[in-house]
């Protein structure tokens, strides 16, 4: 008896070693292919993802291609990624981890230099509309509380008209009354696919770009809430409670077709100083990662951050009056 429960632990250690065996095999053969096709995941026609992608999206949904996702995906259980993971968002835009910047420092003094403001490209005909809106990361939502809709997860709903594409239903309204033509992209880039969301929206933008070559392309969306001994939770302006605002510009370092982004940068800054010109403090000083998103597909593309998850869509929409005439005074610099 005794000899036959010795075999039954061989052969299982044996299993077990085996299977540990299989397992860093794969792993290691994921991480290798990730390391291959990280670059060319957004090269021309991006791919939906690479196997070590999926792997983490599937344990952490993450996507690990889009560093902003680290940050920016609706987090499930918000106060302990706000502590632990120690990503914090500084007065003036930098946005460090456990007290190191995450952009280099090369980036850094490029921007430093970039002096000359955003000029807005001559029409190439008088009839294009002016701005193109759109939202990448499409089912973003605000706080809850209050309102009825149904979550497809925390913070997140299809319902469009408590999500962000309700934001930039206000945004065009604002710069219809302006005078400024619009086109408002309601388009649901992320179905059911968070990570394919950014390879389906440069599908959309490069048609825009062909049909009507707006002036100004602006991809709007929510970002998470971080804690912020130097900002409250909303910002508070002549008597109403509104979003603070960032705009975030992406140098696409990893990627092979890479955007000016030192160009987009003067558009972000010019927004931001006419913002802040309306309202003193309403919008971050932009802010600059190593991501594309899809800011290739012109020198006049930002991506802009209304709010986070602890706002009212409400305080969202109010922000959009100053966004609007921040936008005019752009392009009529």
Known sequence: MRIHKK???????????????????????????????????????????????????L???????????????????????????????????EIVYDGTRVL???????????????????????????VYIYHTHTHEAYDPAGYDYREVERWRTKDNDYNVVAVGTALTSALEELGISVIHDTTDFELNDYGGAYPRSLSALKKVKTEYDPAIYIDLHRNAYFENAEKSRAFSFEGQSMAYMMCVIGTG?????????????????????EMNAQAPGICYEPSVWEGRYNQHISTDS?????GHNLNTIDEAKRSMTYLAKAIQCALES
């Open 7 to 57: 075999k039954e632990r061989t052969t299982f250690l044996k299993q077990a070693g085996f299977t540990l065996m299989i397992l860093l095999c794969a792993l290691l053969l994921a991480y290798t292919l990730q390391n291959n096709i990280f670059t060319a995941d957004y090269q021309g026609e991006e791919r939906d993802g690479s196997l070590f992608s999926a792997v983490t999206k």
């Open 59 to 93: 344990m952490l949904n993450v996507d690990f291609r889009e560093p902003t996702s680290i940050l920016v995906y609706q987090l499930h259980d918000f106060d302990t990624a706000r502590t632990s993971r120690g990503y914090e968002i500084t007065p003036n835009g």
């Open 104 to 130: 280099s420092e090369v980036i850094d003094v490029e921007i430093k230099k970039i002096k000359d403001e955003w000029q807005p490209a001559p029409p190439k005909e008088d009839k294009r509309p002016l």
């Open 253 to 273: 370092e990893k990627t092979a077709e890479k955007p000016q982004w030192r160009e987009n940068y003067k558009l972000a800054r010019k927004l931001t100083d």
């Open 302 to 306: 930002v991506l802009i951050e209304v």
